[in-house]
Nanobody, 125 residues
Framework: QLQLVESGGGLVQPGGSLRLSCAAVGRLLDLYAIAWFRQAPGRELEGVSQIITIDGSVYYTEPVKGRFTISRDNAKYTVYLQMNSLKPEDTTIYYC??????????????????WGQGIRVTVSS
């Protein structure tokens, strides 16, 4: 059973930065993609960014383009989400998720079969 473990969340002031990590315990290259999602209370799940593990292709949702960067370290089985210029509206729980097979970019949460426990990000002064 694939286990995803997130870390790196916390409290940051507006304009600040955080780096989230998602460790795919024991596996990464045999997964098709890892993505980050977020969900605020009472709102729908929102896809944030995806990386295809084999070739490093990346995809972002429009609100985070130019501010967030997704990357991977295959040797450490870890995917990172570097978040810069954070805004209060980025405050929520962030989840990483794995997609074992697939084709092309997608931030449709229903395509992802394994999920981390979630980690809180708070942007506030």
């Amino acid at each position: 059973q694939l286990q995803l473990v997130e870390s790196g969340g916390g409290l940051v002031q507006p304009g600040g930065s955080l780096r989230l990590s998602c460790a795919a315990v024991g596996r990464l290259l045999d997964l098709y993609a890892i993505a980050w999602f977020r969900q605020a209370p009472g709102r729908e799940l929102e896809g944030v960014s995806q990386i295809i593990t084999i070739d490093g292709s990346v995809y972002y949702t429009e609100p985070v383009k130019g501010r967030f960067t997704i990357s991977r370290d295959n040797a450490k089985y870890t995917v990172y989400l570097q978040m810069n210029s954070l805004k209060p509206e980025d405050t929520t729980i962030y989840y990483c998720a794995a997609r074992e097979t697939g084709r092309g970019p997608s931030l449709d949460g229903s395509l992802y079969t394994n999920w981390g426990q979630g980690i809180r990000v708070t942007v506030s002064s």
